[in-house]
């Protein structure tokens, strides 16, 4: 049984912006992950999860590609991705094998609720792991992730790869992606083998990794509302105006000065980074009619920032997780970071006992 595992993410900084090519983001992978086991399967491929029900989804290979048994389940990540690596297999010239794959998942609570954690993402670097170790295909870290982006896109064009870089990669990141349009027409025209080595097709893709904040503790809360990214982010472009140029050119500004602030160890600038970062996805909620803050991470933000701390929605906003960083360093610090977690208990916020996963060595 061949097991890999994939952890989840929370965006730091530079959300929506993200998505134009060459847009830095700062985010953080999760101590909680999704697993993926595959073992040899016989006579057709098959992937068992408590998200698909009891019965497994079960595929077999056609012509074109993956042919898959639709009665049980739609199209999706785990099957664009087993489609992907499909293709790549073939072109390495590596014999096709039938596989089980069994996913598991800690993004989620006992009864399945989801925290907007990044489980997509998660399931679906997980699922790249598990089968270049079954196939032997030796996907470097990067081209690990390269192979998830595209495997992401024919399914969200629109996504920003950002939740596959913290998957991949852990701990602290600065992200940027590349152009995901001109990926997904290559894909259709090259092979996937060509894709991962023209270096052209991959401008704007950036990871860095950061240093964790000094004197600072990492606080998530979690509204109890979901939110959906794609429709929000849909909503942004949608309405993109002669101000978006300066929501672009204020965003990368503000997550430049975070960045230095966590490689100086300089907590006050970290802090302002953050507060600023809340104030511009304010300002693009209300250019756009969206409520992008809802009133419930209102009061998860204004309760850290009363404490002298500093918070915003984490990813999409609309719902979902607020992040927050608390100072350490005063005499009061426990009590503050205890109050603010009473408050949050008060206004029905939950408080997820969660930490950034330590990075595994460097970024090949």
């Given at each position: ?349 939950r408080h997820l006992t969660i930490a950034v ?8």
């Open positions: 049984m061949i097991e890999f595992r994939a952890h989840g993410k929370l965006f730091v900084a530079g959300e929506y912006a993200v998505v134009e090519p060459g847009q830095p983001s700062v985010i953080i992978a999760l101590d909680r992950a999704i697993t993926a086991r595959v073992a040899e399967g016989h006579g057709a491929g098959s992937v068992h999860s408590e998200e698909y029900g009891h019965l497994p989804l079960t595929w077999t290979r056609a012509e074109d590609g993956i042919a898959l048994d639709r009665e049980h389940h739609p199209y999706d990540y785990v099957m664009a991705t087993i489609d992907l690596v499909e293709k790549l297999r073939g072109e390495l010239g590596i014999e096709p094998r039938f596989h089980d794959l069994r996913i598991s998942s800690q993004l989620d609570d006992a009864s399945g609720r989801k925290f907007g954690l990044g489980s997509s993402a998660a399931v679906t670097v997980a699922t790249v792991g598990a089968l270049d170790r079954f196939y032997g295909l030796g996907l470097s870290q990067r081209q690990r992730f390269q192979v998830a982006l595209l495997a992401t896109i024919r399914v969200n064009p629109r996504a920003s790869g950002g939740d596959l870089a913290a998957s991949t990669f852990g701990g602290w990141l600065r992200y940027s992606a590349p152009d995901r349009e001109r990926l997904a027409s290559q894909l259709d025209a090259r092979t996937v083998s060509d894709i991962l080595h023209d270096a052209e097709a991959w401008d704007g893709f950036d990871v860095q990794r950061l240093p964790a904040p000094e004197n600072l503790r990492l606080l998530v809360g979690w509204t109890g509302s979901p939110a959906s990214t794609t429709k929000l982010v849909g909503v942004v472009r949608r309405h993109r105006n002669g101000g978006y140029q300066a929501f672009l050119d204020d965003s990368r500004a503000c997550v430049d000065d975070l960045t230095t602030g966590l490689q100086t160890g300089d907590a006050a600038r970290t802090l302002d980074a953050l507060r600023r970062a809340r104030g511009l996805m304010q300002r693009l909620g209300d250019s756009v009619g969206s409520s992008i803050e809802t009133e419930r991470l209102t009061t998860l933000c204004d309760v850290v920032e009363r404490a002298g701390g500093a918070a915003k929605p984490s990813g999409a906003g609309g719902g979902d997780c607020g992040i927050a960083l608390v100072p350490t360093t005063s005499d009061t610090a426990e009590s503050d970071t205890a109050g603010i977690l009473r408050e949050w208990e008060a206004h029905d916020i996963q330590p990075p595994e060595g460097p970024i090949e």
